[in-house]
């Protein structure tokens, strides 16, 4: 059974740093996209950015380009979320989810949506 | 403010039939593959719909995608209280090179 369980939520204060995590089992990580989407409270979903673990590469949203940093380590099958500075802005649930793909060009690429999800972690920043 | 226009919500009695529009322009629907998600209350979004049309395994038949230009529908027959949920169409946005989302459907099964 294929599975990615997201490490527990986290209240942090504003300029702290934060890691998630994204472990993932059931299948072969390396070789499918990983995607980290945000929701605020009682908002919408926004797509953040993807990683192929394969090869490291990512791709971001430009509204999140800059503000996250997203990873992974293949020897664990576990993705990661990071901020180096936390805003209050920041506050939210984030998910990751599978995303399989077919090719990447320079301009976009071409995927199967979002397939098996993580449970979500809650991010409080707050003074 | 999302790349893609999805109607705040839809409403229809059980039993019933529901559609739910997602716009958006060239340089998303129209050029790339639509998914939808359904998203419970309380719980992660899931894949209902990729490829514009497709039903991943276990997805019932009530539900159906489909596009044509720059727009995207979801429908949803034999409506049941359990379908009550928020809907979110997504693509790929090749002018931002990025994913996107609309902005969410909230269905309200009267």
């Known amino acids: 059974e294929v599975q990615l369980v997201q490490s527990e939520a986290e209240l942090k204060k504003p300029g702290e740093s ?16 990983i995607a980290w989407v945000r929701q605020m409270s009682g908002k919408g979903l926004e797509w953040m950015g993807i990683i192929y673990p394969h090869n490291s590469e990512t791709r971001y949203s430009p509204s999140f380009q800059g503000h996250v940093t997203i990873s992974a380590d293949k020897s664990i099958s576990t993705a990661y ?24 060009s ?22 | 403010q999302s790349v893609l226009t999805q109607p705040p919500s839809v409403s229809a009695a059980p039993g019933q039939k529901v559609t739910i529009s997602c716009s958006g322009d060239s340089y998303n629907i129209e050029r790339n593959f639509v998914s939808w998600y359904q998203q419970l209350p309380g719980t992660a979004p ?5 490829d514009n049309t497709k039903r991943p395994s276990g997805i019932s038949d ?11 529908t979801l429908g949803i027959t034999g409506l049941q209280t359990g379908d009550e949920a928020d809907y979110y169409c997504g693509t790929w946005d090749s002018g931002l090179s990025a994913g996107v989302f609309g902005g969410g459907t909230k269905l309200t099964v009267l």
């Open chain 1, 106 to 127: 320079d301009s976009n690429c071409r995927d199967y949506g979002m397939d098996v999800w993580g449970q979500g972690t809650t991010v409080t920043v707050s003074s």
């Open chain 2, 62 to 72: 009530r539900f159906s995608g489909s596009k044509s230009g720059t727009s995207a």
């Open chain 2, 46 to 50: 899931k894949l209902l719909i990729y």
């Open chain 1, 18 to 33: 934060l890691k998630i995590s994204c472990k993932t089992s059931g299948y072969n990580f390396a070789s499918y996209w």
């Open chain 1, 81 to 104: 979320l990071q901020w180096s500075s936390l805003k209050a802005s920041d506050t939210a649930m984030y998910y990751c989810a599978r995303l399989p793909v077919g090719y990447c």
